[in-house]
T-cell receptor, first 114, second 111 residues
Framework: ETGVTQTPRHLVMGMTNKKSLKCEQH?????MYWYKQSAKKPLELMFV???????ENNSVPSRFSPECPNSSHLFLHLHTLQPEDSALYLC?????????????FGPGTRLTVT | GNSVTQMEGPVTLSEEAFLTINCTYT??????LFWYVQYPGEGLQLLLK???ADDKGSNKGFEATYRKETTSFHLEKGSVQVSDSAVYFC??????????WGAGTKLIIKP
């Protein structure tokens, strides 16, 4: 595997379900990110981890819970979601969060909340 | 504050036409500038970047020049193909981890 991988690619869940999104980066980067991409809205940064420490939490509802067990893996735990949470969830990584380094993205998980 | 403004889409062109997608920014200091592309059903891919004034980024026939005097980073391609149909995002980086994103411009190329 190369680059940034995300699983699953598609997820349909009910509002009472609990599920997790997984991201893995094979680039040796130190920072990882979760973004939400909704139709007709700008890309929204949700969480940032640097060396496994959370450094940014952009007022995201508590029904989204991130976890970064090591610098290569990032999870987004989902529970009691709302239909408006349906979106494409993108994971990204970068070499160093403090530098002006470009971010590398995974293919995303298309989430549908029913 | 920092912001990025892109031309609204969709932009529809015929194959082999010349492409320009405008991007202007406001920022303090000297940000790095990026163009990303998102093909249907995929994540974002870095297309090109420029890290200082007058730098020209280029990749796959696309070019963009970092113009500090006009605070612009317009994306150009001399002859587009149907396979260039995608959404293009302009972004700038601050000194910390955040990228500031434009809203994206959808490009449609007709054969």
């Amino acid at each position: 595997e190369t680059g940034v991988t995300q699983t699953p690619r598609h997820l349909v869940m009910g509002m009472t379900n609990k599920k997790s999104l997984k991201c893995e980066q094979h680039l040796g980067h130190n920072a990882m990110y979760w973004y939400k991409q909704s139709a007709k809205k700008p890309l929204e940064l949700m969480f940032v981890y640097s060396l496994e420490e959370r450094v940014e939490n952009n007022s995201v509802p508590s029904r989204f819970s991130p976890e970064c067990p090591n610098s290569s893996h990032l999870f987004l735990h989902l529970h009691t979601l709302q239909p408006e949470d349906s979106a494409l969830y993108l994971c990204a990584s970068s070499q160093d969060p403090q530098g002006p380094y470009e971010q590398y993205f995974g293919p995303g998980t298309r989430l549908t909340v029913t | 504050g920092n912001s990025v403004t892109q031309m609204e889409g969709p932009v529809t062109l015929s194959e082999e036409a010349f492409l320009t997608i405008n991007c202007t920014y406001t920022a303090t200091g000297y940000p790095s500038l990026f163009w990303y592309v998102q093909y249907p059903g995929e994540g974002l891919q870095l297309l090109l970047k420029a890290t200082k004034a007058d730098d020209k980024g280029s990749n796959k026939g696309f070019e963009a020049t970092y113009r500090k005097e006009t605070t612009s980073f317009h994306l150009e391609k001399g002859s587009v193909q149907v396979s260039d149909s995608a959404v293009y995002f302009c972004a700038l980086s601050r000194s910390n981890y955040q990228l500031i994103w434009g809203a994206g411009t959808k490009l449609i190329i007709k054969p």
